[in-house]
């Protein structure tokens, strides 16, 4: 059971926080420290401190904070930010929910009939569906009418700035505010170490890189004349310790949610893959436009910003002043030039003939210096399955259809390791493991 008290707001002179208390029972506890030997893909960090000490203080709870002059913007009168935070918690260790603020009928509506039946089937090892146990109100949140989308600086954030700032949006659906939340999305301080953080060190790395990422935004939204709204949380610290590929877009939406009294409409920007799966098990954004649908409530709509791929985008953002200074779609959170994301952006601006606009973001001279490896690479991993393998394969038609000459070079080594692979694998196949 995870048990939700009322909100109330305090602030200490320059943040505001919206605050509930949360008492999760010693069997939901222990069946979400029994997921890491489950969800083997997420960096848990369940190995200090997990239930925290903090749980046992009588002013313990999860908090949603922002700057002071954005206070009467936070809502405390219903659940609702609090009840999307810790959904998916409850889903994956089936625990109830009960919640003693009251929630929007319209959400409760859409987690009982809709999200928790397509999430947890039996087939996929659940024995029963968890309840939400709260009063309910179809009485709108009063709010400023304000239009949002997260600013990350991604491909998929810049899009929908770039799209939904237009003049010809109509007034009501055009963007009027940016937001930049650190709830959890910096999930490790650096993907190429194995090192093992302390919690009060990892934390401490990960707010300073979050801060100098809400710089990056912060001068995005000063470019497109834009209010940019930081939201601050300790889910990931106090709560989750991990999974953040699972629950981003719970995260986001409570973030939002928390907020209510700004905004009316929030666009939350596609994960640009187009595919759809319905599990718990797999990276939220495969169900995102479900989520937004379900998390939509009498006064607060979220719209999923569009169906478009990544290679789409980038064939608009490629001229985008804000994203050709401030892009960052690094793994390792430093435009390394060397992981799949950038690996697979710098091709891509490349063929588009766009690669010198973005030298503010990238080292265009190393990349040139390797680019005939990475057109290898590339090559490569159009032929592997997964998000890669998928992105990998659009560049390539693209490149293809435009006429781009990939480098001869690259070919000839591609076409030799793959006459090397198969080789090998027809010696192993008559030979076994001798050779």
């Known amino acids: 059971m995870i048990r939700i008290g009322k909100p109330f707001i305090y602030d200490d002179g320059e943040f505001a926080y919206l605050k509930a208390p949360v008492q999760i029972s010693s069997d939901t506890v222990n069946a979400y420290m029994s997921l890491e030997s489950r969800f083997k893909h997420v960096h848990w960090r369940l190995y200090e401190n997990y239930p925290p000490v903090e749980w046992q203080d009588d002013n313990a709870g999860l908090w ?31 625990s109830d929910i009960e919640c003693e ?5 319209k959400l409760a509506f859409g987690i009982k009939h809709y999200l928790v039946p397509a999430l947890m089937k039996e087939e996929k090892g659940y024995k029963r569906h968890i309840s939400l146990i709260c009063d309910t109100t179809d009485i709108p ?5 304000a239009v949002g989308t997260g600013m990350s600086c991604g491909v998929d954030s ?13 007034e009501k659906f055009r963007l009027t505010h940016l937001t930049y939340f650190n709830m959890g999305a910096i999930f490790h301080p650096n993907r190429a170490t194995k090192k093992v953080y302390s919690m009060k060190e990892f934390y401490d790395i990960t707010d300073k890189m979050s801060l100098e990422k809400l710089q990056n935004a912060q001068a995005v939204a000063n470019m497109s004349n834009l209010p940019l709204l930081y939201v601050k949380s ?41 595919a759809f799966d319905l599990s718990l098990d797999i990276g939220s954004e495969y169900y995102e436009g479900l989520l937004c649908d379900v998390f939509t409530t009498e006064s607060l709509t979220f719209i999923l910003s569009d169906y478009d791929t990544r290679l789409e985008k980038m064939q608009v953002i490629q001229y985008n002043k804000a994203a050709q200074q401030f892009l960052d779609v690094c793994f390792c959170f430093n435009s390394c030039g060397e992981c799949s994301k950038c690996l697979r952006t710098l091709v891509t601006l490349d063929i588009m003939g766009s690669l010198d606009q973005f030298k503010s973001v990238f080292n265009i001279d190393k990349y040139k210096k390797n680019r005939v490896n990475v057109f290898v690479w590339l090559l490569k991993t159009k032929d592997l399955p997964g998000d890669d393998g998928i992105h990998a394969k659009l560049v390539y038609d693209y490149a293809l259809l435009h006429g781009f000459q990939i480098p001869p070079e690259a070919i000839k080594i591609y076409e030799w390791q793959k006459r090397k692979k198969n080789f090998k694998a027809i010696i192993k196949k008559v030979f076994g493991n001798i050779v």
Do not use: H, Q
Not at 69 to 74: A, G, I, R, S, V
Not at 141 to 145: E, P, Q, T
Not at 245 to 268: E, K, P, Q
């Open 158 to 170: 810049i899009y929908t700035l770039d799209v939904f700032s237009r003049p010809d949006i109509p």
């Open 64 to 94: 949603f904070a922002v700057p002071i002059e954005y206070k009467d913007y936070l809502c405390v009168e219903r659940g609702d930010a609090f009840v999307v935070a810790m959904l998916w918690y409850a889903m994956v260790t089936e």
């Open 234 to 274: 300790n889910l990931d610290s106090d709560y989750y310790r991990g999974a953040y590929g699972d629950t981003g877009v719970y995260r986001n939406c409570a973030c939002v949610l928390a907020t209510a009294g700004l905004f009316s409409v929030y666009y939350c920007s596609s994960g640009g893959s187009n």
């Open 141 to 145: 949140v009063a709010n400023k009418s």
């Open 101 to 105: 603020a009251p929630v929007s009928e």
